[in-house]
C-alpha cells in the first residue's frame, strides 16, 4: 500500500484545523464573518505550532521536485517530440 503524500495530509490538516472551529462558532450562533475571521486565526495559529513537521516536510517535498538533477521523461516523450516536429516540417 502506497503512503499519502505528505502534500495531502498538510492540506487535510489545515482544513480541519479551521473547519471545525468554524463549526463550533456556527453552532454556537456567533456571526458568520465573525466565525471565519476568529476560525481562521485559530487554524493559522494553530497549524504554526502544531503543524511544523509536516510543513518542513511537504517544503523539502516541493524543493526536491523544483530542483531535479534530471528531468521527469515520460516513455512517449520522443515519439510526441517526433510528431510534432514532422507536422513542423509537412507545413
Request: aromatic residues 8%; hydrophobic residues 55%.
Amino acid at each position: 500500500m502506497k503512503s499519502v503524500p505528505v502534500w495531502i495530509w498538510y492540506t487535510a490538516l489545515r482544513v480541519l484545523l479551521f473547519a471545525v472551529p468554524l463549526a463550533v462558532l456556527l453552532i454556537a450562533g456567533v456571526d458568520v464573518w465573525v466565525s471565519a475571521a476568529l476560525a481562521a486565526l485559530f487554524g493559522l495559529s494553530a497549524s504554526l505550532i502544531f503543524l511544523r513537521r509536516a510543513r518542513n516536510a511537504m517544503s523539502s517535498d516541493l524543493y526536491a521536485a523544483r530542483h531535479r538533477e534530471k528531468p521527469l521523461v515520460n516513455e512517449d516523450d520522443e515519439a510526441e517530440d517526433a510528431a510534432i516536429e514532422r507536422g513542423a516540417d509537412e507545413r
